[in-house]
């Protein structure tokens, strides 16, 4: 038996495909404007890797912010609960999950395998990736260096405004000043850590505490965060995947409620394809 | 109405969708029509003398280009949108405005709305904001004025035994309404919080004899059709008011069903009758001050936090039990502090009652409503 979880994020779209045992392929890539047409793709690509015909897929979950654009998934999941069970069955103990994603950041509590409370932010890029993009941009450094580059500063500057506009000119005065650069970017994730632990305080942080999404692939702002937590906290071997693989465990089970008949109806009637509902012509990004 | 008459949630369903309209066709007719701002100015006076009662609600549709350059946005975003669409026009057909200091957003947007946008009849309620009984005697006084100033601008009297008549024919719209919300005690309910919005709302539009005819048939619509309604967690809505199904609808469709909302459009204005007085005034201003529970009113407290909150939120542990309530929704609208106020009271006094709650604070604004879908499928995947 296989099963499939979507995630399609406002920045990166993920798939896990299992089976009972073990995982047997993910994939992650960029969701772009036109994801509303490359769900399928995204499937196809993660199929081929795990060499599963799409029909001898028994379930799939779509979750993250797209997961009403896949029209073969049998359910859709908030990226909530499944980052809770894609944690949970990686981490038993832990208890909260910070999620930093592109769009917006969340916090997660889990009791004995189940969600018991959660809090987002998604008005507002402060304590986002996408703030961190920002930052990257400019101060001119890649958005995938700007975590190690920040460890080295031994003088943080201060970055008080958390407005990601603000912010923007604050570091740009801070450069303007001779602050070097990293010392900027240890402010920044500095600041960027204290708004998402104030956030996720709400929901009271008890160990173990996971960080998982984009945000959790950026050393600096997990150090940052630790140290706002004040005790270590666990980071999956690939954060991003959490919440497919989560929808993946969810389609596991679900296969349990459901007999075989009703079963290979649905495998009868999904079709591998894009979403159909919007008008392909006007709705294209350009 | 067009040629052939609607009737039950179809009815409810067009008053709600067009809700100027059926005030308009009475004012052809030659009846007086008056908007009034949340649900403290007592109707019965209005209806006494034969005046049709608007409510002043927002558009959570319309966007706010003009109100901005009036009010300012640290003000509550309802308050803002109900002057906005003032300003363009939405109420023009009003004879009289009441205004009334309900919050401080209600009574500055009464006030800025007296001076732009300009109608025959203006009178602006003072309510006191505790319920002590020298409070009761200060606000019969503030109705007596209101009932003179009406009476004035009419150039009739209002009779006793037309007041008690008034009194007893919404006390009749109370029971009404409470009858069809025991009809969202089965689980499923049967009828959906997006339906029940329509017929409050309607209610809200017409005058009271036309509102009592209306919930008679959408109560025996109700009970009799097939349930249509699916079984999911069991919703309370407090806080702020919701206006648009827009809203209903995506909670509804997020895996939740709505049984029961304390907001001003809920149950606050129906949950209690007015007492027949010997002076009816007297019962009027018993009702309005020490039953229509908005937070805008600081009531007695007991000695300590817990029984401050269960004096306070007592009827809520009520709902929850008799509406077999799985969560809360605390509804929010920006910036209305009464209700943000209270937020980690509710918070506490649910905990305590087992039941989660979710706190959002919101736009009022539909384009901005899909961005709530994740969490309020997130908060049915919680209690489910």
Known sequence: MFFAGLDIGSTITKVVIKNEKKICATVIKPTGAEHRRLAHKVMEDALSKAGVPFEDVDYIIATGYGRINVPFADRQVTEITCHMRGVNWLFPAVKTIIDIGGQDSKGIKVENGKLVNFIMNDKCAAGTGRFLEIIAGVLGVKLEEIGELSLKSTRPSDISNMCTVFAEQEALLRLSEGTPVEDILAGIHKANASRIHSMVKKIKIEPEVAITGGGAKNRGLCKALEEKVGFPVVVPPEPLITGALGAALIAGEQIAKIDKEELQERQKKRRLEAVTFFDDESTKAR | ?384
């Open chain 2, 1 to 384: 109405m067009s040629g052939a008459k609607s009737t039950g949630l179809a009815r409810a369903a067009e008053l709600y969708s067009v809700r100027g309209q059926r005030a308009r066709e009475l004012k052809q007719e030659g009846k007086k029509i008056f908007g009034y701002f949340c649900c403290y100015p007592p109707i019965e006076i209005m209806t006494a003398l034969d005046i049709v009662p608007v409510r002043i609600l927002g558009n959570m549709d319309e966007p706010i280009t003009i109100a901005d350059g009036y009010l300012p946005p640290v003000m509550c975003v309802f308050c803002r949108s109900a002057f906005d669409i003032g300003m363009k026009k939405s109420y023009d057909y009003f004879d009289g405005f009441v205004g009334a200091h309900a919050c401080d957003g209600a009574e500055r947007t009464a006030l800025i709305w007296t001076n732009y946008i300009k109608t025959p009849c203006n009178f602006h309620l003072d309510i006191p904001h505790t319920a002590h009984n020298s409070a009761v005697d200060f606000f019969k006084q503030q109705i007596a004025y209101f009932q003179q100033a009406v009476e004035k601008f009419i150039g009739q009297k209002i009779s006793p035994e037309a007041l008690k008549d008034a009194v007893a024919r919404h006390n009749r719209q109370r029971a009404l309404v409470r009858d069809l919300y025991d009809l969202r005690k089965p689980d499923p309910p049967l009828i959906s919080g997006s339906e029940m919005l329509q017929v409050l709302i309607a209610l809200m539009c017409i005058p009271v004899e036309e509102g009592n005819v209306l919930l008679e048939e959408v109560i025996q619509e109700v009970r009799e059709r097939p349930n249509v309604q699916a079984k999911k967690s069991r919703l309370l809505i407090w806080g702020s008011l919701i206006d648009n199904t827009a809203f209903t609808d995506l909670i509804e469709s997020s895996g939740l069903n709505i049984v029961v909302e304390d907001t001003a459009i809920g149950t606050r204005p129906f949950w209690h009758d007015i007492e027949e007085t010997q002076d009816p005034l007297d019962g009027i201003a018993e009702h309005y001050l020490k039953e229509v529970l908005c937070p805008r009113t600081f009531r007695d407290s007991g000695p300590s936090y817990q029984e401050d909150s269960e004096m306070r939120f007592g009827y809520l542990k009520e709902f929850a039990k008799y509406w077999k309530v799985d969560g809360v929704f605390a509804n929010i609208i920006r910036n209305c502090d009464v209700h943000g106020y209270e937020v980690p009271v509710i918070k506490d006094y649910f905990a305590g009652l087992g039941l989660p709650v979710l706190v959002i604070e919101q736009d009022y604004s539909t384009a901005a409503l899909e961005t709530l879908r994740t969490r309020f499928q997130a908060f049915a995947e919680t209690i489910g």
